[in-house]
């Protein structure tokens, strides 16, 4: 079992930058998949951005060019930075470890963007 614990969320004018991080509690590297989800009320959790074994990053659309994905080995955690905030990246992240076919899901941080 892998449980995931996230940081780094807050408050944040619009055009300000935070990076969220998602520590799990066994080593990332037997970890397939890593990716971050967001939720706002009312609407199904958004995709917008996943990283693999390998290092290789996607992105959904409202995430390409501000926001990036890594991850740590030595410190088992996956950060995203979040750069060029907009007050419709306002929701609730989640961040989730594929491992062994089943996802894991930390317990969310809230990212709230002011204009």
């Known amino acids: 079992q892998v449980q995931l614990v996230e940081s780094g969320g807050g408050l944040v004018q619009a055009g300000g930058s935070l990076r969220l991080s998602c520590s799990a509690s066994?080593?990332?590297?037997?970890?397939?998949?890593f990716g971050w989800y967001r939720q706002t009320p009312g609407k199904q959790r958004e995709l917008i951005a996943a990283?693999?074994?390998?290092?290789?990053?996607g992105y959904a659309d409202s995430a390409k060019d501000r926001f990036t994905i890594s991850r740590d080995t030595t410190k088992n955690t996956v950060f995203l930075q979040m750069n060029t905030l907009k007050p419709e990246d306002t929701a609730v992240y989640y961040c989730?470890?594929?491992?062994?076919?089943?996802?894991?899901w930390g317990q969310g941080t809230q990212v709230t963007v002011s204009s």
């Open positions: 989730y470890a594929l491992w062994r076919s089943i996802k894991y």
């Open positions: 990283i693999n074994s390998d290092d290789i990053a």
């Open positions: 066994t080593s990332i590297s037997s970890i397939s998949t």
